[in-house]
């Protein structure tokens, strides 16, 4: 028997996330493990009246690539994958790992290399979906890998992602559009502001966001949500930031992570841990030496770091800022095969200024 809050979730993604419509042509791509999750979503786009495409992925498979493929191999860039995301409508990614450290062995410079290649991949998906012309979502299917990775049982960890992603809820689509409304007003605070400061340990960064447009994240591209975020104008961030999180990129972790900026431009890069891989995905182009997003988490209902992030980003009280691709929905410029997330704890004296006006302090919002 189906669990009901799967039930809950794949009408969530389906109805809400990526709205299908009668007709459509939709991609579900999922691992064995998310096997429950899927068929609940190719069960609500046929009810939906639209075409699924299930695409299954194998775990395993990504670590035999790194650590076989030749330069030709990584380099290339499949023409039938860039067809599929030309034109179908939408599409359903679904995590559910095994090993979430299956990439712990892979040279970091392989991962860069694969990140570059994926720069024109990266801008078909990011023009189409500011366009709305596709649609998409990704989320986390929970397995034992993941509670492990979360320090929780299966069932504390199966709760805590229904919770966050309001699946729990009698009306997880009502729930989510009370979280819209309510980040509408900090949009609509944010896009009279040009200047940003932010404030914390270690940290002392400007930035302006002038001509750039915040999105509200509620439910439509990641599941769970809860942020609000925009690119900066490129060549304005100026000072330097210490992440208090450790940074993830397919499974490898770098730990305490040290940025510093001219003109917009990255110009010394540290960690405790990872210091290779940070700086091989710096290094990978021109537009992930800059950043492309600055964001504000809002989801206080995810109360605790859990190594995933789908979940760490959207944490009340914290910020994260992302090198590389930005949005085109924000009207950021900057394009890369890179786009990571680092992320940074404000409720111990964290504060932000916009157009020098206090409006966030110790991980509230004071507007």
């Known amino acids: 028997m189906v669990d009901k809050r799967v039930e809950n979730l794949a009408k969530l993604l389906v109805n809400y996330s990526i709205d299908v419509k009668k007709g459509q042509e939709i991609i579900i791509s999922s691992p064995p493990d998310g096997a429950p999750l899927a068929l609940q979503v190719y069960r609500e786009v046929l009810n939906a009246g639209a075409h699924p495409l299930m ?8 670590e035999i690539f790194y650590k076989e493929a030749s330069d030709e191999q990584l380099k290339f860039v499949s023409p039938y994958r860039k067809f599929l995301l030309k034109n179908v409508d939408g599409y359903v990614g679904i995590s559910a790992a095994v090993n979430t450290r299956e990439m712990s062995g892979v040279d970091p410079k392989k991962m860069g290399m694969v990140s570059g290649a994926n720069a024109e991949i990266s801008k078909i998906v990011g023009e189409r979906s500011a366009t709305g012309e596709f649609k998409w979502v990704g989320l986390i299917y929970p397995t034992q890998a993941q509670a492990q990775e979360a320090s929780m049982s299966l069932t504390e960890y199966q709760d805590f992602v229904y919770s966050a992603c309001l699946a729990d809820k009698r009306d997880p689509i009502a729930e989510w559009k009370k979280v819209k409304k309510e980040q509408d007003k900090m949009v609509k605070v944010l896009n009279k502001i040009e200047k940003l400061h932010f404030i914390g340990e270690d940290t002392d960064l400007i930035m302006s966001v002038k001509g750039r ?3 509200n994240c509620c439910g439509e591209k990641n599941m769970p949500d809860g942020e609000v975020f925009t690119g900066p104008v490129e060549n304005s ?17 770098v730990e305490d992570i040290y940025l510093e900026f001219k003109k917009g431009k990255i110009v010394k890069a540290t960690a405790e841990k990872g210091e290779e891989l940070l700086k091989s995905l710096i ?8 950043l492309g997003e600055v964001a504000i988490g809002t989801n206080h209902g995810i109360k605790k770091f859990t190594n995933s992030i789908l979940f760490d980003e959207k944490l009340g009280g914290t910020i994260h800022m992302a090198i590389g691709r930005g949005f085109p929905e924000t009207k950021s410029k900057n394009e890369s095969g890179v786009h990571w997330d680092m992320i940074k704890d404000m409720k111990k004296g964290g504060e932000i200024y916009g157009d020098a006006e206090l409006i966030y302090k110790n991980g509230k919002w004071l507007k």
């Open 283 to 290: 290094a990978v182009d021109e537009g992930s030496k800059r």
């Open 55 to 62: 695409m299954p992925s194998l775990d395993g498979a990504a």
């Open 213 to 215: 447009l915040w999105e």
């Open 237 to 253: 961030v100026e000072g330097k930031i210490r992440f208090t999180f450790p940074g993830i990129y397919m499974g490898k972790e």
